[in-house]
């Protein structure tokens, strides 16, 4: 796990914290921050964790152009795209 303190401590601006529990290694990213479309990774060990960081990519959805005051979702009975949280000014 010292790896991953190592690896949060050289990347503040993109992780906003990581953790372990009973199903692995997670790491929380910061808005503006993804992977695969998550804004999170989860990996079974600390050395997949570090490896799949690596793909760790900027990222321009909604939440993160307005830190998480709004995000989008698809409507499974309609198929359209719905936004939640505060409306900008």
């Known amino acids: 796990m010292k790896a991953l303190e190592k690896l949060a401590a050289k990347n503040p601006a993109i992780i906003r914290d990581w953790y372990r529990d009973p199903d692995g290694y997670w790491i929380n990213l910061h808005y503006g921050w993804q992977l695969w479309g998550c804004h999170s990774l989860h990996e079974l060990t600390v050395s997949q964790a570090l ?33 939640f949280g505060k409306p900008q000014d």
């Open 51 to 83: 490896e799949t960081f690596k793909a760790v990519e900027p990222c321009d959805c909604l939440e993160c152009r307005t830190d998480g005051e709004q995000w989008e979702d698809i409507d499974l009975d309609t198929g359209k795209l719905r936004i």
